[in-house]
């Protein structure tokens, strides 16, 4: 004997018009918001009581072929998911993609994986129309960027500013660096060093370059032996700290590049018995909501990663694949001011 399931259909935009007793095209403009729409608070009521009533939902990608629009899948490529300063990414890619009615896809290279062999399968299949590249090293960038401009795929960079990237929204990392800097100096400081991430990280490169930038310009002698140069993470953070307790002249204050790093320097700060803000004060790239949590809680830059993501999700969605991209994102860095900063100043 042959058991039927029984179908189920999709519930229809003229359904939705029907019940509601109104032009099809009425439901239509209702859901795209279309500021030319006039009709009565009590017609758009109606609407969408029928709508809930029905459990209607738009077929997003059908809308899609009848339009010239051809973005309807956005991948989003991140490093891990284990960073925090990630997910503020991910997040203000997830407000744009609702806004904008796309479908969003976040992946990350796994030790198993290139981001270049991800975004080979992902380009491959057609799972994505899309992309949007966050993290990588220089020469990782280099690649992918090679590979989707040959192929005219509609892709954006974040926070990339490798020779040859033409498609790239960026944060202003170094204004957001002399911010701390001058904060430090502001307060008395002057031995300064700083926990980078590796130089071979286009963003690492080019915070360390910003950190000797705005120590200079301070008015302060620059030397190399400032910057310890680790992994952004946690333990990188430990391992710096542990290096900058062996470095002569003794630092007063120091400045770290990653906010996952900066926890780890706290950490191993308590661990040598080193009092911040009292014996060292501590300040850190990347206001997350829980340095606001810490003990003591850290003075942070603010990067505005989450107008990062959903600036560049619309950038890509609105954009042609071959018009040139390149810019900072719209809200400047901002100086959070708490307790692992202090005066040297008696």
Known sequence: MTNHSPKISRVTGSQVAALAKVDAAVVSKILKEDPTLRVSSET??????????LGYRPNYAAQRLRSSRKIGAVGLIIPNFSNPAFAEIVHGAEIAALKQKVALFVSSNSELTTPLELIID????????????AGGSSSETAEINEYLSARNFPYLFLNRQSIGVKRSLFLDDEYAISLLVDHLVELGH???????????????????????????????????DLIIEEEYSALGGQRG??????????????VVSEFNMAVGALNAARKAKVVVPDDLSMVAFNNLEFASLLNPTLTTVGLQLQHLGEEGLNLLIEKQ?????????????????????KSLRK
Do not use: C, H
């Open 44 to 53: 758009r009521k109606r609407v969408m009581d029928a709508i809930e009533q």
């Open 122 to 133: 992902l380009v491959a299949s057609g799972r994505v129309d899309a992309l949007l590249i």
């Open 190 to 224: 002057k031995k300064i060093y700083n926990i980078a991430g590796r130089s071979s990280m286009e963003t690492g490169k080019r915070r360390q370059n910003a950190f000797k930038k705005a120590i200079t310009e301070a008015g302060l002698t620059f030397s190399p």
């Open 241 to 254: 700290f542990q290096e900058i307790l062996k470095r002569k002249p003794k630092a007063t204050a120091l």
């Open 321 to 341: 694949p071959k018009e040139e991209i390149y810019q900072t994102v719209s809200k400047s860095a901002e100086l959070f001011l708490r307790e692992s900063s």
